[in-house]
C-alpha cells in the first residue's frame, strides 16, 4: 500500500449537495496539504493542516485530521459546477529543509448542475 | 496572489532530443521543486533545490535529468536524452521556508510529450 491513497476513487453529487473526500495514509507525517486540480491544469492548493491540528476551515471546505487513525478528509460544503475537479491528499514528514510532498491517487469529482 | 510559472506549457520532442523546462518560482521563496505527473497516475515528486544545491532526489530523478538556478530568478529542469516514457506533465513549486508544514505553491505545469 502506499502514502496517502483517495477514497472514493470517483464521486458524483447533485449541486448544492455535500461531498466528502477521504485520505489515508500510512507513516507519521508532519503535515498533510490537500489539492485541486483541474483536467489538464496546475494544482491548486486548498488547506494545509499541521499534524497538531485537528480540523481547519476556509470558506467551504472543511478539513479534518485523525493521527490515530492516519486518515484526513476533505469536506466541501453546498457544491458547485465549479468544484467539478480532481482533489489530492499530500502528506508530508519534513522535519527541517527541504519539504517532499507523497500524493495519493486523488478524487474525481464531478457535480452536475 | 504570487504565482509559480511555467514555460512552455506544452512542448513535443522527438526521443533522444534535449529539453529544458522553465519556472520562475515566488519570488521571495527560497526551496524549489520538480513533480511530474503521467497521465492518469499520481504526482511524484522528483527533486528539491535550496542554496543552489540539490538537497533531495527520487529514483526517477536519475542521470538524465539536471537541474538549475542559473540566475536569480529561473529554475531550469533539463532531460538529456527524452525517451517515450518522460512523457508526462511536470510540475515546478515553491515555498519560502523549508521544514514543519508550508504551503507548497505549484505552476500550471508543462506538458511534455516524448515522440
Known amino acids: 500500500s502506499q502514502q496517502g491513497e483517495e477514497d472514493p476513487q470517483a464521486l458524483s453529487i447533485q449541486e448544492g449537495e455535500n461531498a466528502t473526500m477521504n485520505c489515508s495514509y500510512k507513516t507519521s507525517i508532519n503535515n498533510l496539504q490537500w489539492y485541486r486540480q483541474n483536467s489538464g491544469r496546475g494544482l491548486v492548493h486548498l488547506i494545509l493542516?499541521?499534524?497538531?491540528?485537528r480540523e481547519k476551515h476556509s470558506g467551504r471546505l472543511r478539513v479534518t485530521l485523525d493521527t490515530s487513525k492516519k486518515s484526513s478528509s476533505l469536506l466541501i460544503t453546498a457544491s458547485r459546477a465549479a468544484d467539478t475537479a480532481s482533489y489530492f491528499c499530500a502528506t508530508d514528514a519534513t522535519i527541517q529543509g527541504a519539504q517532499k510532498l507523497v500524493f495519493g491517487q486523488g478524487t474525481r469529482l464531478t457535480i452536475n448542475p | 496572489e504570487p504565482e509559480v510559472t511555467q514555460t512552455p506549457s506544452h512542448q513535443v520532442t522527438q526521443m533522444g532530443q534535449e529539453v529544458i523546462l522553465r519556472c520562475v518560482p515566488i519570488?521571495?521563496?527560497?526551496?524549489f521543486y520538480w513533480y511530474r505527473q503521467i497521465l492518469g497516475q499520481k504526482v511524484e515528486f522528483l527533486v528539491s533545490f535550496y542554496n543552489n544545491e540539490i538537497s533531495e532526489k527520487s529514483e526517477i530523478f536519475d542521470d538524465q535529468f539536471s537541474v538549475e538556478r542559473p540566475d536569480g530568478s529561473n529554475f531550469t529542469l533539463k532531460i538529456r536524452s527524452t525517451k517515450l516514457e518522460d512523457s508526462a506533465m511536470y510540475f515546478c513549486a515553491s515555498t519560502g521556508t523549508g521544514g514543519l508544514g508550508n504551503t507548497i505553491y505549484f505552476g500550471e505545469g508543462s506538458w511534455l510529450t516524448v515522440v
Open positions: 493542516i499541521r499534524s497538531n491540528e
Open positions: 519570488s521571495n521563496h527560497l526551496y
